[in-house]
């Protein structure tokens, strides 16, 4: 067909695609006329009248036995009782071990997070912690970890602190003439795993209107005393949000005096100059927004 269109188009080069042609070709070939166009539709009413036809089989018609295989019959709804099928399925959680991937945290459900094991918390030990391994049921390299950490807390005895809470940390420091440093703020945070050697928290406060934040490891070498001021929690594990409001709301003061401690941590609660104080405070900073 390209020699045919190359013999009616000599003017182009002989180096044109064939594409070209082809192209070329559908619009040189001549157009269908009106006799062809009802010839074909006469064909094609042939073959949708043959196909029209319906033999039945048994009573029924083709078609309709074509349309049952292809449109798929609805099931029918279920209800069902969520408190009788309780009843008579009792789904029971079964509690796995995570010995393998965590040895430091306790037995959890599958999908949820585990807790942190303290070996040295499960019983009253004779001697404050088990003598062996197996009597901790627990593998040697936990046991002389959560060993080391044990003597450290007693060392510095350490008293339990949750985040929200003040306390002072003295660390030694060889750049400085005393040769420590003591740094008081409120607990912001703290690592997930305390019964590791990598544990560590996150003390904040303002001092002479810049805000520090120091991180600790509990269980280092350098750290020579840590005391708790004040027991308190907030009810979160995290108190990054003060980043964010007023320097008043972490500021502590360095001198403060210890108050008696109790196991059990105060609940913190807002006065009401305090939200004003926060509500003045993000009230100035939307004006400053505006502005620009």
Not at 260 to 271: F, L, N, Q
């Amino acid at each position: 067909m390209a020699s045919k269109v190359r013999a009616r188009l000599k003017f182009l080069s002989p180096h044109v695609d064939e594409k070209v042609f082809k192209r070329l070709q559908k619009r040189i070939s001549p157009r269908k006329t009106s006799k062809a166009l009802e010839s074909a539709k006469e064909r094609g009413d042939e073959t949708t009248a043959v196909s029209r036809k319906e033999v039945s089989v048994d009573g029924q018609s083709l078609s309709a036995q074509k349309t049952e295989k292809l449109v798929p019959r609805k099931k029918p709804k279920i209800r069902v009782n969520i408190n009788q099928w309780y009843r008579k399925n009792n789904s029971l959680l079964d509690v796995e071990s995570i010995y393998k991937t965590r040895p430091n945290a306790k037995t959890a459900l599958v999908g949820t997070q585990p807790e942190p094991r303290f070996i040295w918390k499960e019983k009253d030990w004779p001697n404050g912690f088990p003598d062996s391994p197996e009597e901790a049921s627990t593998d040697v390299v936990t046991f002389l970890e959560q060993r080391d950490c044990y003597h450290r807390l007693q060392a510095l005895g350490v008293k339990d602190f949750c985040v929200g809470s003040i306390v002072a940390v003295t660390r030694s420091d060889p750049h400085i003439a005393k040769g420590k440093v003591r740094f008081v703020g409120i607990c912001i945070y703290k690592s997930r795993w305390q019964n590791s050697l990598g544990a560590t928290f996150t003390l904040r406060n303002v001092i002479d209107g810049e805000p520090m934040e120091v991180n600790f490891q509990l269980f280092s070498p350098l750290i020579q005393s840590i005391e708790v001021l004040k027991h308190e929690t907030r009810g979160e594990n995290a108190l990054w949000y003060l980043r964010d409001y007023p320097p008043s709301m972490s500021m502590v003061n360095e001198k403060m005096k210890p108050l008696p401690y109790t196991k059990e941590p105060s609940e913190y609660v807002e006065t009401e100059e305090t939200k004003q104080e926060i509500e003045k405070w993000f009230e100035q900073i939307w004006r400053k927004k505006k502005k620009y």
